[in-house]
């Protein structure tokens, strides 16, 4: 980084990938023909948020791993261009990541991923933590065997250096495989834990979404457990509030919580780690609300 430039103030782990986003149209046809619209976008869950940050004016750096190839370039140009500072290593001869999102007609999606070069992210390829920065580390650091010692290194740095660390877990499927014992023994660190509802479900084996949060808010000083279309959970403590999700109307749900990170980090940041419930909420529901309305993570 230029040594005139101000220290980011959030510093992401993560992905970077293309997203081929495929809107379906009509009903399953096993062994025919299904229309269907497709396009090509930026995406990685670690992209994302960055992306998200930097358009809400918080400045963010983004470390991971792109393959050495035009997708990889192409990415790094237009992460670059909406402000996001880059810490990318190129792998050679890796892919950079892509991730085939299909989108049911009522927004719903399921992910093909090949990670490609985010699998080779090591320790080295996260800078030290900056003092008073912030660490968001993607879930999906941990859960393949290849990033998963540069992930941990990264939180171990950040807590160490009395830096606050956000994590959100990803995904239900790797977590699973994972162990949810080890994911909790390995991240207990983290500050600020923001889970789905299925992975707040699953880390605590907790039917009621408010039980879930109060739990996991025995682990972390703070847990952001995001509903869908019922809005948001803030668990702190004793405290728990709700935030209803912002109006919207659904086309694609990709890439939506990685933008509600982003709000609530946004406004985390701003509140120098001691954000109202309900504002940081409030900002994530917005920013998830401007995605879902149109295809594409960001």
């Known amino acids: 980084m230029a040594g005139d430039q101000p ?44 992306a998200h940050l930097a358009a809400l004016g918080t400045t963010v750096l983004l470390a991971g791993c792109i393959g050495d190839d035009a ?33 049911e007609p009522d927004g719903q999606r399921s992910m093909l991923a090949d990670r490609g070069a985010n699998l080779a992210l090591r320790p080295a390829d996260v800078p030290p933590p900056t003092p008073n920065a912030h660490l968001h580390l993607s879930g999906y650091t941990l859960l393949d065997p290849g990033p998963r010692d540069a992930g941990l290194a990264a939180l171990a740095a950040a807590v160490a250096a009395g830096c606050t660390v956000s994590l959100d877990p990803a995904s239900t499927g790797p977590l699973t495989a994972y162990g949810v014992e080890r994911w909790v023994s390995d991240t207990a660190a983290a500050t600020l834990l923001m889970p789905n509802a299925e992975e707040a479900r699953l880390l605590t084996g907790c039917a009621d979404l408010g039980d879930a949060a109060r ?25 728990l509030v709700h935030a209803p999700a912002h109006p919207a109307t ?9 933008a509600f990170v982003a709000g609530v980090l946004g406004a985390w940041v701003v509140a120098g780690g001691r954000p109202d419930p309900a504002t940081a909420l409030a900002a994530g529901l917005a920013r998830a609300a401007t995605v879902v309305g149109r295809a594409g993570a960001r």
Not at 9 to 21: I, K, Q, R
Not at 35 to 41: D, L, M, P, Q
Not at 220 to 239: C, F, I, R, Y
Request: overall charge negative; hydrophobic content about 50%.
């Open 215 to 239: 739990t996991l808010a025995g682990v972390h000083p703070v847990v952001v457990v995001s509903l869908g279309a019922e809005g948001a959970l803030w668990a702190a403590g004793d405290e």
């Open 71 to 103: 997708a990889g370039t192409a990415l790094a140009g237009e992460l670059a261009a909406a402000g996001v500072r880059l810490a990318l290593r190129t792998v050679p001869g890796g892919a950079t990541g892509t991730i085939v999102s299909l989108v």
């Open 7 to 50: 220290a980011p103030a959030v510093v992401v782990v993560g992905d970077v990938a293309t997203d081929v986003v495929v809107l379906l149209t009509g009903t399953p046809a096993p062994g025919s023909d299904r229309s269907a619209s497709i396009a090509t976008r930026g995406g990685g869950a670690g992209a994302n948020v960055a």
């Open 250 to 258: 659904v086309v694609d749900t990709t890439g939506a919580g990685d």
